[in-house]
Nanobody, 124 residues
Framework: VTLVESGGGRVLPGASLRLSCAAS????????MAWFRQAPGKAREFLSV????????YYADSVKGRFTMSRDNVQNTVYLQMNSLKLEDTAVYYC??????????????????WGQGTQVTVSS
């Protein structure tokens, strides 16, 4: 599975961005997809996760209510809509995939495939 993120950029506090993660490399029906981020000097942080073909996303408390994860099964793409961005949202955002039983894991080590990341900078 190959994952390619896009949609990052530099925005003002309070702005919105939508990140995309295009997936390729075969059937994704048995995959769980997740978003993580990593700020300079910090560990990679779990943000949200969703099963590829059904169900609702699960979110970390730090982004619940501001970020929305969705999927387009036809386009083989997952999205992360980020609203009301804050300075502390500045990070490299990564898409990840795990093949398996559909359990929602929040640990980085549980994911098998990663994208290259896209930079989000929130700055005034």
């Amino acid at each position: 599975v190959t994952l390619v993120e896009s949609g990052g950029g530099r925005v003002l506090p309070g702005a919105s961005l939508r990140l995309s993660c295009a997936a390729s490399g075969g059937s994704l029906s048995d995959y769980v997809m997740a978003w993580f981020r990593q700020a300079p000097g910090k560990a990679r942080e779990f943000l949200s996760v969703i099963k590829w073909n059904r169900g609702s996303p699960y979110y970390a408390d730090s982004v619940k209510g501001r970020f929305t994860m969705s999927r387009d099964n036809v386009q083989n793409t997952v999205y992360l809509q980020m609203n009301s961005l804050k300075l502390e949202d500045t990070a490299v955002y990564y898409c990840a995939a795990r093949y398996g039983d559909g359990t929602f894991y929040t640990a980085r080590a549980m994911y098998d495939y990663w994208g290259q990341g896209t930079q989000v900078t929130v700055s005034s």
